[in-house]
């Protein structure tokens, strides 16, 4: 029995010491700064650059702001769209109303084209071209569309290229629409879901370009000088249309002492329905004869001052004219060709 103990214990005491040995050069190796190299490590850093490869292709542009594509505020879209709700639609607008008007659509112009990247809508690029092409044919076809087409290409500096591109870009902007509601499968009238496509692309763009968005009201907002506010007085008997009760012909003072008037957009819409007879008659293009406008505003004006000359018409043309006058001056800042 005591032969079998020993047999048993000496192995036991060996392997206790070479536990204790063990662990004193770890402690060693530990206090002095040295780590023995472990195969497990590798095995866990692969592990990791495996997930990194199979999670980075998952993530979202959004998530990888160097990637993401941004559409810029076209300047020259906006300009056009400034020049033509100023010029082409039938009536006299501020400067600084046109320049807000048109700063809404041309950040959500390029947010629908960001967003639509950002989603890989597909636009149907045959159908954009055929639109544009039409737009073009269209303005070809109308001498009226066209002589004003003309204008705007001078007053702009725009080739006839530059301004086919543009028509390009704004029928692919039209097309998003289509193309977010045919990709996602939606049924039912389109009306419900224009709304929302337009606020989630608006809600990315501010996101991601918030600052371009900044830069960009800054610069154009600052092309508009705020008048002081008119000094509201009564109209002086001298004036020919003195005796006329309208809101319209509200009259003020600027802060050089001269007349304009307060209510500015009424007085023009007042002019045009009050003289109508005298307006047709002025008329410089006879197949248009209702374009009292700012295209043609002068033309207006030099067949009336002619038609002082005659008998039937010298006294309300005399009238109209005084009008014009004030209203030159209260539209003087926001259209040059007036100066």
Known sequence: MKDELENLTGPMLDETKRVQQKALEQYYAHRNGRK??????????????????????????????????????????????????????????????????????????????????????????????????????YIEGNPLSKLKHEKMLQAL???????????????????????FIKERGLKGPKGKYIGQIHKEAREFYYKHAAREIEKFETEQRSKVTEKPPLIEVQTPDTFRFAEKEHLALDLGLNDQQQYEFINVNMTFDYIRETYGSLI????????????????????????????????????????????????????????????
């Not at 400034?82 to 659509?105: C, P, R, W």
């Not at 301004?163 to 193309?179: F, P």
């Not at 005084?322 to 003087?332: C, D, K, T």
Request: charged share 25%.
């Open 280 to 339: 047709y008659e002025a008329a410089p293009i006879k197949e248009y004869p209702f374009h009292f406008e700012p295209l043609f505003y002068m033309d207006y004006k030099r067949n009336i001052e002619q038609m002082i000359l005659q008998p039937k018409w010298r006294e309300e043309a005399l009238e109209v004219l005084e009008l014009l006058e004030i209203f030159e001056r209260s539209y003087i800042d926001d259209y040059p060709f007036l100066q």
């Open 157 to 179: 500096g725009l080739s006839n290229d530059e301004y086919k591109d543009i028509l390009i870009k704004n029928a692919t902007v039209n097309s998003v629409i289509e193309s």
């Open 36 to 137: 023995k190299f472990k195969w497990g490590y590798p095995v866990v850093i692969v592990l990791f650059l495996c997930m990194v490869v199979f999670i980075f292709p998952l993530q979202k542009p959004e998530e990888t702001t160097s990637n993401l594509y941004i559409e810029p505020i076209d300047e020259q879209f906006f300009l056009l769209a400034v020049y033509s709700d100023q010029y082409n639609q039938g009536q006299f607008m501020t400067k600084s109303d046109a320049i807000e008007h048109n700063l809404f659509f041309a950040i959500e112009r390029s947010a629908l084209l960001t967003y639509a990247k950002y989603e890989n809508i597909k636009i149907d690029k045959e159908s954009v071209l055929k639109n544009a092409k039409q737009s073009f044919s």
